[in-house]
């Protein structure tokens, strides 16, 4: 099962269409490179992938809160990575020259 279908399954289909679930699963790709240090996100984290992306979409109109109270119902957000998530990205060392490159330029 790809991120796509893995993703649709987890959320409700009627709640968001293909081209936005495209552009969340992008987003959570993303983080999770930059974390990583990496080009390509390795197929073991298409599951952490989606994970993330289920969070963003459920973030959807709170983002900037910590915490929200209305009617007596408390809500708090998470303002960094889920530690599963985080846990499974120690897995994933930086790459050495993944921000700087490998080539140092002298003057």
Avoid: H, W
Avoid at 15 to 40: K, P, V, Y
Avoid at 70 to 88: C, F, H
């Amino acid at each position: 099962m790809n991120a796509a279908e893995a993703f649709a399954r987890a959320i409700s289909p009627a709640t968001c269409d293909s081209g936005r679930a495209d552009d969340i699963l992008e987003t959570a790709s993303d983080i999770l490179l930059d974390e990583i240090g990496r080009d390509e996100l390795p197929e073991r984290l298409i599951s952490a992938q989606v994970a993330l992306a289920v969070i963003i979409f459920n973030r959807e109109g709170t983002e900037g809160e910590s915490s929200r109270s209305e009617g007596g119902i408390n809500r708090s957000y998470l303002d960094d990575l889920p530690a599963d998530v985080r846990r499974r990205l120690k897995n994933y060392p930086r790459k050495v020259g993944a921000i700087y490159g490998t080539e140092t330029s002298e003057a």
